[in-house]
């Protein structure tokens, strides 16, 4: 992803600081880590100036991370307990200063000709762990990474402070050796493996061989990746968590083991079921410690291990595992407390069993990782809340070492109570989280005041046990990075202080200098979007996607109750960050985020103007239902045009998904799994457009003309009946064609984006004057 690697504006003043990279010989004995992996990564990220500061690494002197800076006399020193926290330091620095701004989207590196004094004092985390990553972001962004690509993302975890990411690349080296000599065949490991886009939801044992085969060419590329990731990681001091066994085996070696004790799940979101093994099996030991093993030869030992055994998917309880089987989840994660159990379990029976599963998948590692820790996300506690009860919650839990087993608590922004509703798993260590993201969709939102608020709560309150950390945990990337800037300051004791001041000094590291107009702007731009913790329109009527647009259309969306955030406002902030353009118009970074602002506030017009189309056709208004046609079709295309400027398209994505491919045979399969993922997804449930996105190439060639074909079916059932069902079907056979159809997407780069965006704000007021 070149893109994310050279949009850079680099302006590199070597000081004549003096170089000193030195580290505490006898920590650097201790922990196989010293500075000189710090000082790769501010080299990398902040060029030869980097060379100037003077690194320390010095033993830590409490139970906090810390790092210190002191600039006296144009010297530049940074102190810290870690290679992280050097790095972390460093990047403090350098956003205090107005110098640097590190993102996704890009980067701004201006050294100082002269570093002015500075003293930051000992900077502690009140978390003991900052962590990273959630299982399905391997899915949703990485699928098509390469070394470089992880080399900055591991680069920006040091930058920001992160020392415990989830490391989930490279596995399936591991399962594949692991099937083989448990008697699988290459052609029932071929019918097995998912497609490279889906394979978090294979290994969390939702799905089985979906767009199948997985090219061994990808394995061996993510088993050669993943060792230089791992290496990258702990030569910086992080504690990456790695993958473990959860109990999930392919149908094939179910049906190879008629007498083993194997439960057939329900069939997840709409795909075919899939098959768990008992822990109390004596395979399941077997099979838990060989995986370890062959991970082990090929990526060494590590301390914290994953293992997911029921991610929206419920536990065998009764003997039959009937309840298991025949359990509905409800509408997906937009309300799953609503899911009902069809078979009756007995309390005691439950309680009995989720004590000796969760025994048996810790012992399952035990054996082969003596001084491992079990490592589990806890999404399934709030997802599941109707099964996973209090009382279910503690008898999971209850037979692991309270040293033996953490808890990711990930999804604070919408399931808040789990952590209290489980008393602080029981004296179990585990992190508080937020995952913000889903599905690397993109809306323009998330909730600052919130985040400061409630990081100073968590981190000051007596009743969470042993909290061990913070993380962020979002789905896919790229997109807000305001957020993760905010969270990670906060995670470091930083950003406490008022939110203007934070955003003035964000405003200063990003776009190079700022105004107090552009404050303002941006203070109503926060008020606007960010203020929305969690954007509840990606899930309506059982219907995903992003806003009405991107949703498989329907004669219902009348009754959508509308978008969190108050668009008002949010017009006003365009309007406000418009009329700065002329100051920072040469600021690449500036120019990206004005035109996030106004295509998600397009988006909204557009959406509005979906309603009023369908309203005006089925009261037989042909005239107005053709004129909010016509908005939402211009709209679209100049949306589409401007958002040729950000780093991500969809010209991109398949180009990524297509390079990757060493045959023209994987990379036809590559690219249908990449535009798969980002429309229809897959099964028979309600994932199509979980993964939707505002990218240039989506409005125009796929969410368009979707739209456009409902439409013109709505426009020709006038006020008489229609028949949604028979259109929906000929929809779905339209985006199955899509995606399949051998199609050459270019990226084309508006010449005058804030032009473009001046001309678009005109669009919107004409689509305003035609409602009225």
């Known amino acids: 992803m070149s893109a994310f690697l050279s949009r850079r504006e680099a302006l590199f003043q070597s000081a004549s600081l003096g170089l000193l990279a030195a580290a ?163 052609a029932e490991l071929a019918d097995y493996f998912s497609g490279p886009a889906f394979t978090p939801w294979q290994r969390m044992g939702n799905i089985e061989g ?73 395979l399941f030991a077997r099979i838990a410690s060989r995986f370890l093993a062959l991970y082990t030869q090929t990526y060494g030992a590590g301390t914290y291990y994953l293992a997911d055994s029921f991610n929206e998917m419920l536990p065998p309880i009764n003997p039959d595992g009937a309840d298991a089987r025949d359990a509905t989840y409800g509408d997906g994660t937009a309300n799953a407390a609503a899911a009902k159990i069809k078979v009756e379990i007995d ?12 025994k048996a998948i810790y012992d399952s590692i035990r054996q082969a990782r003596p001084d491992a820790v079990w490592v589990m996300q806890g999404w399934l506690f709030g997802a599941d809340q109707h099964f996973w009860d209090p009382a279910a919650i503690a008898a999971y839990l209850s037979l692991v070492p309270d040293d033996k087993l953490m808890v990711l608590d990930i999804g604070n922004d919408r399931y808040p109570d789990v952590w209290k509703n489980a008393k602080a798993f029981g004296g179990k260590p585990w992190i508080y989280g937020y995952v913000h993201n889903y599905g690397g969709s993109n809306p323009v939102y998330g909730d600052l005041d919130y985040y400061r608020r409630d990081l100073t709560a968590i981190a000051s309150n007596p009743n969470t046990g042993k909290l061990a950390g913070f993380g962020m945990f979002p789905e896919g990337l790229h997109s807000n990075s305001i957020v993760y800037e905010a969270a990670y300051d906060l995670a470091w004791g930083a950003g406490q202080g008022s939110l203007s001041a934070w955003l003035s000094t964000y405003a200063r590291s990003r776009y190079g200098h700022t105004a107090p107009q552009l404050d303002a702007a941006l203070g109503q731009l926060v008020q606007a979007a960010y203020t929305t913790r969690y954007w509840s329109p990606r899930w309506w009527k059982s219907k995903a996607g992003a806003y009405l647009f991107f949703k498989r259309p329907t004669a219902t969306i009348g009754e959508f109750p509308g978008h969190p955030g108050d668009r008002a406002q949010l017009d006003a902030a365009v309007r406000a960050l418009t009329a700065q353009a002329g100051a920072f118009a040469d600021q690449p970074l500036f120019v990206l985020d004005l035109v996030d602002a106004v295509r998600h506030l397009a988006s909204l017009e557009i959406d509005s103007q979906l309603q009023a189309a369908v309203a005006a056709y089925r009261a037989g208004d042909i005239s107005a239902g053709d004129r909010a046609r016509r908005q939402i079709g211009t709209l679209a295309l100049a949306i589409d045009a401007l958002l040729g400027v950000q780093p991500e398209t969809l010209a991109t994505w398949i180009d990524d998904a297509r390079a990757y491919g060493d045959t023209s045979a994987d990379a036809a399969a590559y690219v249908a799994n990449a535009k798969a993922q980002v429309t229809v997804w897959g099964g028979e449930g309600n994932l199509n457009d979980y993964a939707s996105k505002a990218w240039q190439g989506l409005y125009r060639d796929f969410y368009l003309p979707r739209w456009s074909r409902f439409l013109d079916a709505l426009k020709a059932a006038g006020t008489g009946p229609f028949d949604e069902a028979a259109v929906t079907r000929d929809g779905v056979a339209w985006e199955r064609a899509w995606v399949a159809a051998d199609v050459a997407y270019h990226r084309q780069r508006p010449a005058d984006p804030v032009g473009e965006v001046k001309a678009l704000i005109a669009h919107l007021d004409q689509a305003r004057k035609t409602n009225a």
């Not at 439950?350 to 969760?358: E, I, N």
Request: net charge positive.
């Open 210 to 282: 979906y767009r199948a085969p997985l090219p061994s060419a990808w394995i061996d590329k993510k088993k050669d990746l993943q060792v230089q990731i791992l290496e990258r990681m702990r030569s910086l001091g992080m504690t990456p968590i790695l993958p473990a066994f959860g109990g999930y085996v392919p149908k094939a070696f179910a049906q190879k083991h008629p007498e083993a004790k194997i439960y057939r799940m329900r069939p997840w979101e709409g795909f075919h079921e899939t098959y768990w093994l008992d822990p109390a099996d004596p």
């Open 24 to 186: 505490s010989p006898a920590l650097a004995a201790r922990t196989g880590v010293d500075a000189a992996s710090a000082r790769g990564v501010v080299t990398r990220l902040f060029g030869k100036g980097a060379e100037a500061l003077a690194l320390r690494l010095e033993p830590s002197t409490g139970s906090h991370p810390w790092y210190a800076v002191d600039s006296r006399g144009g010297k530049v020193s940074v102190r810290g307990d870690t290679p992280v926290a050097l790095a972390r330091g460093a990047y403090a620095w350098l956003r205090q200063t107005g110098a640097a701004h590190i993102s996704w989207e890009g980067d701004r590196v201006a050294w100082p000709a002269h570093a002015a004094d500075f003293a930051s004092g000992k900077v502690e985390s009140p978390f003991g762990h900052r962590a990273y990553l959630n299982t399905c972001t391997y899915g949703y962004t990485t699928p098509w990474w390469g070394w470089a690509r992880w080399t900055r993302e591991i680069d920006w975890m040091a930058a920001h402070g992160v020392d415990m990411p989830l490391a989930m690349e490279g596995q399936e080296h591991a399962w594949r050796a692991l099937w083989r000599e448990f008697g699988l065949s290459e």
């Open 347 to 358: 309390p005691a029976l439950k309680a009995q069993r989720l004590a000796a599963y969760g």
